[in-house]
């Protein structure tokens, strides 16, 4: 049994760094080919990368190939999706900001909840909120169970970390709801108002615009902009959260 189990833990560290690898060998792939002013093969490239092995590095770098061809929409979601995975890429941050300079776009409206969790990325929040929690409650029953004397200090102690545990409970409500919010990837994508091809288009939307997922059918999204709603293929526009 022991054999087994180390034969299965070796098969999939094994897989792991065959992943990473291959990661690595088409982020090199795609650093090679941007250097030499082929963007389109180190776009195809870094996307690779960023499947293979997600990076805020391969996003970024993914941005700028993208950019650098006059996809702005695919550059702007990559940059997003950097942003996503680590709000302290400054060279995402930076580069979003040129973007929609140059665009003319705004930024994605957030809710306040939403806002704070893009504070810390997504993941810290549920580690957070478990730690809080557990601290919590390890204040309120351990004194007892070992019936030590009551204080003050566990008192604030339960107090912050019960606060600590709701806030960082609100924070990862407003990951989920982020996951709807996407971009439109191409130049005037039409916005339908029948989820159909033969549907009738009530605006066109700009590379790069946000907007919010609001439901799905089939191939298309509805989604909310800032200057109203509709259909929108789903070829034309991409979730912050990669799926």
């Known amino acids: 049994?022991?054999?087994?189990?180390?034969?299965?833990?070796?098969?999939?560290?094994?897989?792991?760094?065959?992943?990473?690898?291959?990661?690595?060998?088409?982020?090199?792939?795609?650093?090679?080919?941007?250097?030499?002013?082929?963007?389109?093969t180190a776009a195809t490239a870094f996307d690779a990368a960023a499947k293979q092995h997600p990076s805020a590095g391969a996003y970024v770098n993914l941005g700028l190939a993208e950019w650098q061809r006059g996809h702005a929409g695919a550059a702007i979601l990559a940059w997003e999706r950097a942003r996503w995975m680590d709000p302290f890429a400054a060279q995402a941050v930076q580069n979003l900001k040129f973007a929609r300079t140059v665009a003319q776009l705004d930024d994605p409206p957030l809710k306040w909840f939403e806002t704070a969790s893009t504070?810390?990325?997504?993941?810290?929040?549920?580690?957070?909120?478990?730690?809080?929690?557990w601290l919590a409650i390890g204040a309120l029953v351990l004194p007892r169970f070992f019936r030590w004397r009551k204080s003050g200090w566990q008192q604030w102690l339960t107090a912050l970390c019960g606060g600590a545990f709701l806030f960082c409970l609100t924070a990862n409500v407003g990951v989920v709801s982020r996951t709807d919010i996407g971009f439109v990837l191409r130049r005037n994508a039409p916005l339908l108002l029948t989820p159909t091809k033969a549907g009738e288009p009530v605006s066109t939307l700009n590379a790069g615009e946000a907007a919010r997922r609001l439901k799905?059918?089939?191939?298309?999204?509805?989604?909310?902009?800032?200057?109203?709603?509709g259909w929108i293929d789903r070829r034309d526009f991409g979730l912050v959260s990669a799926e």
Do not use: C, E, H
């Open 119 to 133: 504070w810390l990325p997504p993941n810290a929040w549920v580690w957070l909120a478990g730690a809080n929690l």
């Open 1 to 40: 049994m022991k054999i087994a189990f180390l034969l299965l833990a070796v098969a999939l560290s094994s897989s792991t760094l065959s992943s990473r690898a291959a990661a690595d060998d088409s982020f090199n792939t795609g650093i090679a080919a941007a250097q030499s002013g082929d963007f389109s």
């Open 216 to 229: 799905t059918r089939g191939d298309y999204y509805f989604i909310r902009t800032a200057y109203g709603s």
